[in-house]
């Protein structure tokens, strides 16, 4: 006899049950198990005895309003569980914050219904199993102006200083790479970059977009490398290729 897949569980740190509790039961109905935390002491009691399938995670608790920022570094610091931040505030800012800090997503409460939530939770756990590499420009190293790309090394220079990026702002890097000299769909980007079935915002390449770019040393208004089409996606080209074409 078989025995039956475990349930994947989830650790909800949320301090407000009047959202916890009916978000839990939806969970559970959809076969997730949940383990609940209202505080940053509780979250880091239950991340010390056992490690969760997936986060959900409140930005502000009772005990310490910037406690979920606290609760990510330590995800983090453990290892690569995925992170969905789920919080009333959505500046600008907190968004920024989370996902420098690693989160996977960002939800403001009261945007999505429960359905869309359970998609979104879904997503994220499909594009965090392994899965099919993302296309690169080949293994021999690229020069692009004065940016050096070793993609086998998974190493990068800009005139000769190191650049140090994060696997998934070199994976974002790369396939812009691929397609150099192209314009390359924001949808396309999050598919091969992030998830083959994205679905919402993409408010997470924006971001990995604003990391490269400062690491490139590249001036929205004045790009040299990262050039932006609006309603469509973004080039990666060197000056004198653009002059050329």
Known sequence: MFDEP????????????GISEPMTRILERESF???SARTVEEAHNILGRMTPDFVILDLGLADNQQGGFVIMSEIRRQGDTPVLVYSANGTDDSINLALELGADDFQVKGEIGSKEFIN??????????????????????IEIGDLH???AAHTATLAGEPLLFSKKEFNLLMRLI??????VSREDLM???????????TKTLDVHIGW?????QDDPAEPRYLHTVRGVGFRFAAPEELEEA
């Open 178 to 183: 691929a397609d150099r000299g192209k314009v």
């Open 212 to 216: 490269l770019r400062r690491k490139l």
């Open 33 to 35: 198990e949940v383990v």
């Open 191 to 201: 598919a091969d970059v992030w998830d083959e079935n994205w679905f919402g915002s």
């Open 6 to 17: 475990s349930a994947q569980v989830i650790l909800f740190v949320e301090d407000d049950p």
């Open 149 to 151: 790309v070793d993609p």
């Open 120 to 141: 979104r939770i879904r997503a994220i756990l499909r594009r965090s199993a392994p899965k099919r590499a993302v296309v690169e420009a080949g293994s021999d190293p």
